[in-house]
Structures are given as structure tokens and as C-alpha cells.
């Protein structure tokens, strides 16, 4: 019940902040009446996206850093492994998360610069994108322990 309207409230703060970027368009509403209007709208919608991945993955790093100082202050402080275990659980998840974040955008970043070298867009362009991104999902299920696979 929680972890629904949690996502609740994010599909509504997500939606919120697109909709804002329709309406800095003051002079009347009519938000796709030019070419410029939908360009800035874009870029909006990019660059939010973009900031939003960076803070997950930093977050996710500042989460499995302070973890595990937290464990070794633990056990540096002779307590007993098995309560600093309980206490603490693994976060595996965490970096196979981290893993993941990092190399999807990366093979997006080698996708968009690949197309840059390509001038005319078109089907290739698409063809390249979808490679690098199935080359990053690659990379992480081939990183993945093979008791995961």
C-alpha cells in the first residue's frame, strides 16, 4: 500500500514537472504551434532525465560507500560478524543497480557518438543507438555472477 502511492506521488511529481515545461510558453497556449516550442520542450525533458539518472547513480554510490564504512566501523569495534551481518544486509542489489546505471548511459553516450560521426540520420542511426544499447545490457548480464544468470 505504501510502495503504491510512493509511486503514485512520483508519477505525479514526474508529471507535473513535463507539464510545467508546455506552459513557460506565456504569450498563449498553444504549445506545439512552432518548431522552437517543441525543440525547448525536448530539451527540457532531456536534460531533467539526465539529472535524474546522475542523482540516482550518486546516490546509490553515497548509499553503498556509507554501508560499507558503516561495517567496517562495525567490525573494527570487535562486534560479532553475524549481528553486524543482521544488521547490515548485503547490498548486491545496490551495486548490480550501480553497475547497471553506469553502463546503459555509457553505451547510449558511445551510440550518440558513433551517430555523430554518420551524418545523415536516418534508419542506420537507429540501427546504431539499438546496438549500443543491447551492447550495454550485454556488458552487464556478462558481469552479472553466474549464480545470478
Not at 17 to 31: C, E, K, W
Not at 115 to 129: E, N, T, V
Request: hydrophobic residues 50%; proline residues 4%; glycine residues 4%.
Amino acid at each position: 500500500m505504501i510502495n503504491t502511492a510512493f509511486k503514485m506521488k512520483k508519477i505525479l511529481a514526474v508529471t507535473t514537472s513535463l507539464s510545467i515545461t508546455t506552459l513557460v510558453n506565456a504569450q498563449g497556449f498553444a504549445p506545439f504551434e512552432t518548431k522552437d516550442t517543441f525543440e525547448e520542450m525536448f530539451r527540457s525533458v532531456v536534460i531533467l532525465t539526465a539529472f535524474w539518472i546522475l542523482a540516482a547513480f550518486i546516490l546509490s554510490m553515497i548509499r553503498m560507500f556509507l554501508s560499507h564504512q558503516l561495517k567496517r566501523r562495525m567490525i573494527d569495534a570487535n562486534s560479532n560478524e553475524a549481528m553486524v551481518k543482521q544488521l547490515l544486509p548485503a547490498n548486491s542489489t545496490e551495486k548490480r543497480v550501480a553497475l547497471k546505471w553506469f553502463l546503459v548511459p555509457a553505451a547510449v553516450g558511445i551510440g550518440l557518438l558513433l551517430i555523430s560521426f554518420f551524418p545523415p540520420l536516418g534508419i542506420h542511426s537507429i540501427a546504431i543507438m539499438l546496438f549500443c544499447i543491447s551492447g550495454g545490457y550485454g556488458a552487464y548480464y556478462l558481469s552479472l555472477p553466474k549464480s545470478e544468470k
